[in-house]
């Protein structure tokens, strides 16, 4: 019993660094520009398929790739990805910035599509199989099971989320980016380079979700081209469910998510003695998106929506 505790435990810990490593971007970016990047689930995917096609290119044989070509490709990936996404809010959403919030959001939907289908032509629309960036060891602890690609996982999401952490909240940039959130008209009144922190979103957020899909596909040894649609729509019911714009909120409902993903997944068989299998678990996280908009649409640590505030940031 305690072995399987600890086993689900750090399973739910592995899903839910990688949810939080998504939610990051959708919460960055609708916490600036008040916009839901529905793309921002594909740039999990590009992630994955820029880390494979990097591999290619540098070792040729991806079975043969050692830890410097595997470390390379990680970082040319998720840098690669995060300018891209500089590049998709230059091209798609910067024209859109003052039109109503509709238009941006619908900009995004159009992205998203136009990004997986052109992976389909390029890579095919069949799944691939993805190399695994840490080596795969089991380790047995107090009766659980432990892989050491969960353990690098947990080491890679944490110090990516602590990087986020010590660039939002210690940094010149940082200041730039939260004076920009709070209100735009202002911060140019200021003399505040606000594209210059739109940019800086765009490049983390993205960044941040394709070392998500590289460590997903590394987990799970597979990639294709819609793997960004339901692991995007659980890393924004998260978002949600912490608190859409706030940073820690977005990984506690990550975790939350998680945790609920992975215990309900190995309750259900039981307690529906087997009507309910496994493959409920996505119902779960929307049936908590539904309770969250219901209960508290503002998240667990979002602030309150009210009258004042709505007239205060219209420009948004």
């Not at 993903?261 to 309750?267: D, K, Q, S, Y």
């Amino acid at each position: 019993m305690l072995g399987t505790l600890i086993q689900q435990t750090v399973n739910a810990l592995t899903i839910g660094s990688i949810y939080a490593l998504i939610a990051l971007g959708y919460t960055m970016v609708y916490g600036v520009l008040r916009m839901i990047n529905f793309a921002h689930g594909e740039m999990f995917m590009l992630g994955a398929y820029a880390a494979f096609f990097g591999l290619t290119l540098v070792v040729g044989e991806i079975g043969s790739a050692g830890a410097f070509a595997l470390t390379l490709a990680f970082f040319g990936a998720v840098v690669a990805i995060g300018f891209f996404g500089v590049g998709v809010e230059r091209l798609a959403y910067k024209p859109l910035r003052n039109s109503t919030r509709l238009a941006p959001m619908l900009s995004s939907l159009g992205v998203s599509l136009t990004l997986v289908t052109g992976i389909q032509i390029l890579a095919g629309p069949q799944p691939m199989m993805f190399p695994s960036f840490f080596p795969t060891t089991r380790y047995d602890f107090m009766g659980g099971t432990i892989t050491s690609v969960q353990i690098g996982i947990l080491v890679a999401a944490f110090l990516l989320m602590f990087a986020l952490y010590t660039l939002v909240n210690r940094s010149r940039m940082g200041i730039i980016v939260r004076a920009v959130s709070e209100s735009r008209p202002t911060a140019q009144l200021l003399g505040i380079n606000v594209n210059l922190a739109i940019s800086a979103v765009f490049f983390s957020g993205p960044l941040l979700g394709a070392a998500g899909g590289i460590l997903y596909a590394s987990y799970y040894g597979i990639m294709s081209p819609t793997m960004g649609a339901v692991i995007g729509l659980k890393a924004f019911t998260a978002a949600i469910l912490g608190g859409i714009g706030s940073i820690p909120g977005a990984m506690l409902g990550a975790y939350i998510l998680a945790f609920v993903e992975v215990g309900g997944t190995a309750l259900l068989p039981v307690v529906t003695n087997g009507v309910l299998g496994t493959e409920y678990r996505d119902v779960l996280s929307f049936v908590i998106l539904i309770l969250v908009l219901l209960v508290k649409p503002a998240g667990l640590l979002g602030e309150p929506v009210s009258e004042e505030s709505m007239v205060y940031k219209r420009e948004f």
